[in-house]
Structure formats: C-alpha cells, structure tokens
C-alpha cells in the first residue's frame, strides 16, 4: 500500500541547502513512487509567529512553490498548497491546542532556540507551533512525514496529541498517528560558519548558507570561505566525530553525491581542504544551478504558481473540511 505524505516548508525565504537535503530532495523521492499520495504545504501561519514583512511573505510563498517545481515536485500529481487558505488548519489546531498538555510544550527545544534569552518577548504562536503543525498533519489522514532531524521532537508531539484525542474521545483510529521519515545520514545540515549551528534562513550571515537562488559565483566563493580546521581530511569516521566542519562539509558532499560518509572519506583521505572544496562546489554547482535557474524562471510566471496554489487549494480543502466536519461531531459541537 502507498504512503500518505504530508510535509511543510515555511515561506520565510532563503530556501537553502538544509531544506533541500534535509526535506525536499526526500519529497521529491517520494513524489515518484507512483503508489504514494503526497501534499505539501506552504506553511506561512506558521512564518508568522515571527515577523514578516507583508509583501516579502507574498513573495516568498510563490518562491517557495517554485522551489517544491524546481526540485522536482510535479503539481499535477501532488497536491502543493497554501496553509492559510485551508481554514480547518487554524481551526483544528484550536481544538487540539485544547487537548495538548502545557507540559508537553514546555519540554519543545525549537521554542527555547529559537524564543532565546527573552521569552517573555516571544509569541504565543511560537510557542503553540507545534500544536497547529499536528493539525497540518492529522487533517490529511497521513502515514508518513518526511522532515529534518530538528522537527522529530515536534511529530512525536503530534503523535502524543492523536493518541490523547482519540483516547479522550474514544475514537479509536479517528487520527492516524504518522511516522517520521527522517534520513538516516545527513537529516540536519550545519552552518558553514559554525558546525555545530543548524544552516538557517534566519542567520544573519548569508556566508552561512547556500541558498537554493544563489548563482555559481556565489556557491564557489561561500565554499572557499566556509570553516574548516587546520588539518588534512581524516581517513575514518571517528576522526572526523571531533570535527563539526569537516563532517558538516563531507556530509553535503556525500548527500550530493548520494554516496554515504565511508566513501566519501575514503575518496579525499588525507587530502587538503583546498582540493576537497572544489570538489564539493561542484557537485554543488552541477546540483544547485539547474534548481536554482528554474526557480528565477518559475518566478516571472505569477499566474502559473497562483494556478497551482488554487488547484492544490481546492484538492486540501476538501479533504480537510471533510476531516473538521466529522471532529466537530465528536466533540459534541
Ligand atoms: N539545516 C537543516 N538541515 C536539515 N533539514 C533542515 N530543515 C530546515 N533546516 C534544515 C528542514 O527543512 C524543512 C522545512 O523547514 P522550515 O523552513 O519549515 O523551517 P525551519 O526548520 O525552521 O528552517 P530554518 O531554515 O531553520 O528557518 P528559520 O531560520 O526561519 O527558523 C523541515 O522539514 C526542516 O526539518
């Protein structure tokens, strides 16, 4: 039997390297095994439990459907949709925001990295984000949800809360409790500045990232400069455990190539950074450019991305509005 997928990315813009090997490369895999039906989501309520700039979240929402294309993503056989236009998202997630213990929230790492020092000062929807991305995911009945190593914490929540749902209100089965799909290597890409940072569109150094927009002068040029460490490339993995650069970098490298570490050590071993991030830039040029000229190209093309968000619009309201009617009737509404 296929698997139902459901999946995020949040239209902050920067889509970056992180995303697409943590997240849309496996969509992208998963959008061609025939069997599966998959929806992916351009979750801009959840981009604004920060700041944004109204008209930058307007373009960035069409970026990021051009992005899911790029990549591979076919519109016609998937359903690629805006969140805020599914009102049963925001709705549910206020039921099950209900059912979530105070807890369980308590205890999500994202909201301390990312709330920091002032948490007082952070918003209440950053804090309850995981509660409306289990709404996200239960609404559509999914099986599976691939993500990055950072959301695992989030989709046990949302296992949590199914479970509790469907125990509180005795509907044993009403809410598919979804497994993560989380790759085995390389599931959280590092900063090229910091290893031991995950790579993000808010970091204030565009050094730190490789955007899926950027132009083969800008990938060659953030590659020369990205952190490393005084020594020659190791010959096994343990070595390379005690050096966030090197791994972060040969594991880019390894994904790219879709290669696992072993190999990709064993190929530069005892090799000097220089000659190793050639290498890397391109097969990140040969990865990168093609994605990332698509996406310029996409982009002149307004109305053929609002087509496909009106499409997958009406395909996920359906499906969802379908799934409120029948909580409503279980919790008595
Ligand atoms: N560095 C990463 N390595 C691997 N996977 C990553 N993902 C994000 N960063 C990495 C995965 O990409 C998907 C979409 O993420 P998102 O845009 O919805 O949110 P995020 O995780 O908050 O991404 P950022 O870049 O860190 O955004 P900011 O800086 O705005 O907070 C998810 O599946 C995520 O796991």
Redesign the pocket.
């Known amino acids: 039997m296929g698997k139902k997928i459901f999946?995020?990315?949040?239209?902050?813009g920067?889509?970056?390297?992180?995303?697409?090997?943590?997240?849309?490369k496996n969509f992208v895999k998963l959008n061609n095994e025939s069997e599966n039906e998959c929806v992916f989501c351009v979750?801009d309520l959840?981009?604004i439990t920060?700041n944004q700039d109204p008209k930058d979240l307007r373009n960035n929402i069409r970026e990021t459907v051009a992005a899911f294309v790029a990549s591979g993503i076919d519109p016609k056989k998937n359903i690629i949709f805006n969140q805020s236009q599914v009102s049963a998202h925001s709705e549910t997630a206020w039921i099950l925001s209900c059912v979530a213990r105070m807890g369980w929230l308590n205890r999500m790492t994202?909201f301390k990295e990312?709330a920091g020092k002032d948490k007082e000062k952070a918003s209440v929807g950053l804090y309850s984000y995981p509660v409306l991305m289990a709404a996200d995911i239960l609404l559509y009945d999914t099986t599976h949800v691939?993500?990055?190593?950072?959301?695992k914490q989030h989709l046990e929540l949302c296992r949590d809360i199914a479970q509790k749902f469907n125990n509180d209100f005795k509907v044993e089965d009403f809410f598919k409790i979804p497994e993560p799909l989380i790759q085995k290597e390389?599931?959280?890409?590092?900063?090229l500045k910091d290893g031991t940072k995950?790579?993000?569109?808010?970091?204030p150094s565009d050094l730190s990232?490789i955007n899926l927009t950027d132009d083969k002068d800008q990938i060659v040029n953030k590659i020369k400069k990205a952190k490393t460490d005084p020594l020659p490339l190791p010959s096994n993995i343990m070595d390379l455990e005690k050096r966030p650069e090197a791994k972060n970098l040969i594991g880019i490298y390894a994904s790219l190539t879709n290669s696992n570490l072993e190999k990709s050590i064993n190929e530069f071993s005892g090799k000097n950074f220089s000659e190793f991030k050639d290498n890397l830039s391109q097969v990140l040029v040969d990865k990168i450019i093609p994605i990332s000229e698509e996406i310029k190209k996409l982009l002149i093309e307004e109305k053929y991305l609002d087509e496909i968000l009106l499409n997958g619009f009406e395909k996920a309201d359906k499906i969802a509005s379908k799934k409120v009617k029948k909580i409503h009737e279980i919790i008595g509404f």
């Open positions: 999946s995020g990315v949040q239209p902050t920067n889509l970056h390297l992180g995303n697409y090997l943590g997240a849309i979750v959840h981009a920060v994202q990312k691939p993500v990055g190593d950072d959301q390389f599931s959280r890409i590092m900063s995950k790579m993000s569109k808010s970091d990232r």
